[in-house]
């Protein structure tokens, strides 16, 4: 390591960016005034802060509010208002054009609105999974945004960071990078401090790490030389500007919808004015009416209200822990069939506690205490066991110094575990936990035997080593470090196998820990070689509680019709009996390993899929067979992990999610969904609102097909009945207003009605317009036609005047409709119960849409403008309890349909 270099803070970084990847360390550390060992100080960082600015990519601009609301003109039903307008204005019905075009206006309002809310949800979401880094400010490791990245910043990296800037490598143990977004190459690079020929291509600079990339092996020191526009990956930014997310399956199904219905419609449209001149009704108001009633049928508030009921359930997931940053997670949730879940952190705490020992001396210590706290004591049957112990002072050596976390004392303000942290893995932090219980100062044993080289851990090794003077310390799976050992203490392999298989068969997760005497600092021979030369120093057990709120998620699952599946690194004796704890495996369950795994052919995984409820010890790259094994079955999987090595398997499942706390940024960028809180429960409510968005929209479109087939057959029966038309063109806009500006979009914020996760998964093609809703629309749509029908023809036949028989036809109509929407709340629950008053939106949306009707009734200039005479409080009550037919014909429905099931 270079000597340090002083700083000095009030002179900002030199403009000019020389070829760093041609200075040597020590040479960059001294051009940045920055310091080799300490970083920037604060207040240092926050001065270049603001000379640079933030470390990200320029943003697009934000779209001007003028070109958000031209953009809602862009669609052909705006179109065909249009052309009605100008229809209108031609027919020398001004008063029509001028709703119609207050109809435009109107959507195109709502339209920038929700456009507006959008952005600023995903800006939110956006912050929410921002990218943290490591760094020493001030000589002290600290965590910051890697927006706050400065130029002289020190970032620490571990294998499934990502790297946040363009940094100078200082020092690294075993380095490598996966550089393919920035170059091309296909494999991971190997890194290094040295510097190489200023010509170097991008490719060649095996001292750099680039902004884009992430380590895929070992762990560095990096100086911190470019951020934001300035690094490489900024350069060629341009190159992505205007792109945007895929259309999801729904948003596709929605499109097709809307076409059939646009085609449905212009047929429509020629129909209505065939029978209008079949009738020999005057022309333009034959027209008019054709065009309102062909808008009345296409549900142009369904796009906006599939907005909203994702972005809706985008912000209720992430406000119970799930961040969701593709969109098409939130449908494809609802379709989940498998979970194929990590243990540790997600169905566990991720507070390991080291809970017993075995030595080679045949002894069995237990480990008293439990958390972060440094208090308990080592136990043999009654005795207490020390630290100077001969047998165990080298395993507590081992665990101490084969080990990269950190135990930090409490601090005024203490947190959780009593105010004692770790910072690092939590497996290690148990390890210096058990050292400090024993007395043993870590501290003090790393000062005396620092580290000279080490083999970090590795998931295919399951193994790590250190080299501290002249011995190797190793720990790692057991069978793994047994393979390491002497081959002339086999008897001793054997009984610690023994005792591996009994401590991991109590879901207790055991480490196995060995030495090698009198060897040379040098790890470029790997484990391979220390074939033979280690010593067994003994076995370590630890336990990670299961959470408590996992058991009932797990049997939500099941009664939800998804199955849960354990995928562990773990020992299987260890995953099956945490498995079976949390109701994960039942009897008759299998646990396979890795080699298990290995050893079986595509149709022999396939056919034991069935069976198997944990997966143990696998690697990370057969998480991805996993995966693919349960699609070709049909399933729909979401796939938990955490590393970088997960990040294929999470690309691959329908659902990949990562883990917030744990995770890599290669894992969260793979993944579609971030868990904040590392929870499995979190997880599984998440897929209980992925269902309940897919629910809400099925209620919209419900609610929309019967509406506007309704007063698609009134039409249709007044011309062939030889009527009058029985509502105005004007009036026709308006219900569609009504309707569906002012309750199909609060309709989508109904809550969860408790019985989502009761039901089976929706198949991933499901129709929009299944049997069940055709079915209910069967029963409402004639029900609402034949009542408002039915009035207008009788109140005709008393001999009423047509215009206040049109009024009031056009009241019944938008009666109906508010009764209406209360039968879409739920297929089966009354909605006269708790669910009238569930959404306030849904009430206020009501309340509002009654005000305007009363406006228009009452009100005279509104009255002129929609052909609407005022109506007395005599005749409003016999037709509001008229339409409330509508509502008690869908409760006989529903009450033969709960009688059903009770009787079933």
């Given at each position: 390591m270079p000597a340090p270099t002083p700083i000095r803070p009030d002179h900002p970084p030199p403009s000019d960016s020389p070829a760093w990847h041609a200075l040597a360390p020590d040479q960059a550390v001294r051009h940045l005034e920055s310091h080799a060992e300490r970083g920037l100080p604060a207040d240092a960082a926050a001065r270049r802060l603001a000379e640079h600015g933030p470390n990200a990519l320029p943003e697009a601009p934000p779209r001007p509010l003028w070109r958000t609301f031209a953009r809602q003109f862009a669609s052909p039903l705006i179109a065909i208002l249009f052309v009605a307008a100008a229809l209108a204005v031609a027919l020398g019905h001004r008063g029509d054009a001028g709703v119609i075009l207050a109809v435009v206006l109107v959507n195109a309002l709502i339209g920038t609105l929700q456009e507006g809310r959008a952005e600023r949800s995903m800006a939110a979401l956006r912050r929410l999974s921002a990218l943290q880094v490591r760094v020493l400010r001030d000589g002290a490791e600290q965590v910051v945004a890697a927006r706050e990245l400065v130029p002289g910043d020190l970032m620490l990296l571990a294998a499934g960071d990502a790297v946040a800037a363009d940094a100078r490598v200082l020092d690294h143990a075993l380095l490598q990078a996966a550089e393919a977004a920035l170059t091309g190459e296909s494999v991971p690079v190997a890194k290094s401090a040295a510097a190489v020929p200023a010509e170097a291509g991008l490719a060649d600079r095996s001292g750099m790490l680039h902004a884009g990339t992430h380590v895929t092996a070992g762990r560095a020191r990096a100086l911190v030389v470019a951020t934001g526009s300035r690094t490489e990956v900024g350069r060629i930014a341009g190159l992505t500007e205007g792109a945007e997310e895929p259309k999801t399956p729904l948003e596709r199904r929605l499109e097709r919808f809307g076409r059939l219905l646009v085609?449905?419609?212009?047929?429509?449209?020629?129909?209505?004015?065939?029978?209008?001149?079949?009738?020999?009704?005057?022309?333009?108001?034959?027209?008019?009416?054709?065009?309102?009633?062909?808008?009345?049928?296409?549900?142009?508030?369904?796009?906006?209200?599939?907005?909203?009921?994702?972005?809706?359930?985008?912000?209720?997931?992430?406000?119970?822990?799930?961040?969701?940053?593709?969109?098409?997670?939130?449908?494809?949730?609802?379709?989940?069939?498998v979970i194929c879940t990590d243990k540790t952190g997600t169905l566990t705490r991720n507070e390991m506690t080291v809970v017993g020992l075995w030595l080679p001396d045949g002894r069995e210590v237990s480990v008293e205490g439990i958390g972060y706290r440094p208090e308990g004591r080592l136990r043999v049957g009654e005795s207490t066991i020390v630290a100077d112990d001969t047998v165990l002072a080298p395993l507590l050596d081992a665990a101490v110094l084969c080990n990269d976390a950190e135990l930090v004392a409490p601090q005024p303000q203490a947190g959780d575990h009593g105010g004692w942290t770790v910072l690092g893995d939590p497996t290690e932090g148990a390890l210096r936990v058990l050292a400090a219980k024993a007395g043993r100062d870590g501290a003090a044993l790393r000062a005396a035997a620092p580290r000279h080289a080490e083999l970090p851990f590795d998931a295919d090794t399951q193994m790590m080593a250190t080299w501290n003077g002249a011995q190797v310390w190793i720990k790692g799976a057991p069978e793994a470090v047994l393979r390491l050992c002497r081959p002339e203490d086999e008897a001793l392999h054997a009984r610690a196998r023994t005792q591996a298989e009994a401590m991991a068969a109590r879901a207790w997760r055991v480490l196995a820990f060995a030495v090698v005497e009198a060897a040379a600092p040098d790890a470029s021979g790997g484990f391979a070689a220390l074939q033979g030369r280690a010593r067994l120093l003994g076995l370590v057990a630890q336990i990670d509680p299961p959470r408590e709120e996992v058991r009932e998620a797990v049997a939500q699952c099941r009664r939800a019709g998804i199955r849960t599946v354990m995928v562990t690194g773990d020992h299987r004796l260890t995953g099956l009996a945490i498995a079976r704890d949390l109701g994960i495996a039942r009897d008759g369950d299998l646990a396979i390993d890795g080699r298990e795994l290995e050893g079986m052919d595509a149709a022999a995984l396939r056919d034991a899929l069935d069976r198997v409820a944990v997966f143990a010890r696998v690697q990370p790259a057969q998480k991805l067979r996993i995966v693919e094994a349960l699609q070709t079955r049909g399933e729909v999987v979401a796939m938990t992990g955490d590393g970088v090595n997960d990040a294929p398997a999470l690309a691959r499942a329908d659902v990949g999610v990562a883990m917030g706390i744990t995770g890599t940024e290669v894992a969260k960028s793979a993944a579609r969904i971030v868990l904040t809180d590392d929870n499995f429960a979190t997880l599984v409510g998440a897929v209980e609102q992925g269902r309940v968005v897919h629910a809400n929209l099925k209620k919209v479109i419900l609610y929309l097909f019967s509406t506007s087939m309704a007063a698609l057959v009134v039409l249709l029966l007044a011309l062939l009945a030889g009527l009058p038309m029985p509502l105005a063109a004007v009036q026709i806009l308006w219900i569609n207003i009504v309707t569906e500006g002012t309750v199909t979009v609060n309709l989508v914020m109904d809550p969860p009605d408790g019985h989502e996760m009761r039901r089976r998964p929706v198949p991933r093609d499901a129709a929009l317009l299944d049997r069940a809703l055709l079915g209910r629309v069967a029963l409402m749509a004639p029900t609402i036609a034949a009542l408002t029908f039915g009035w207008f023809a009788w109140r005709l036949a008393e001999g009423a005047p047509e215009a206040l028989v049109r009024s009031e036809t056009f009241t019944l109509l938008a009666m109906c409709c508010w009764f209406n929407v209360l039968n879409c709340q739920s297929a089966t629950a009354s909605a006269l119960g708790p669910r009238l008053l569930a959404n306030r939106w849904l009430a206020g949306g009501l309340a509002l849409s009654i005000a305007l009707q009363i406006a228009v009734l009452q009100v005279p200039a509104l009255g002129a403008l929609f052909h609407a005479q005022p109506l007395r409080a005599s005749t409003l009550l016999p037709l509001a309890v008229l339409a409330s037919t509508v509502l008690w014909a869908e409760e006989l429905r529903k009450l033969r349909v709960r009688a059903a099931r009770l009787t079933a």
């Open positions: 085609a449905a419609s212009l047929g429509l449209f020629v129909l209505v004015v065939l029978l209008g001149w079949w009738r020999a009704l005057p022309l333009p108001e034959v027209l008019m009416v054709a065009i309102s009633q062909m808008v009345s049928m296409v549900p142009e508030g369904l796009p906006v209200a599939m907005t909203i009921a994702l972005a809706v359930g985008m912000q209720r997931m992430a406000g119970r822990g799930a961040i969701i940053r593709r969109l098409s997670a939130v449908e494809t949730l609802g379709s989940v069939t």
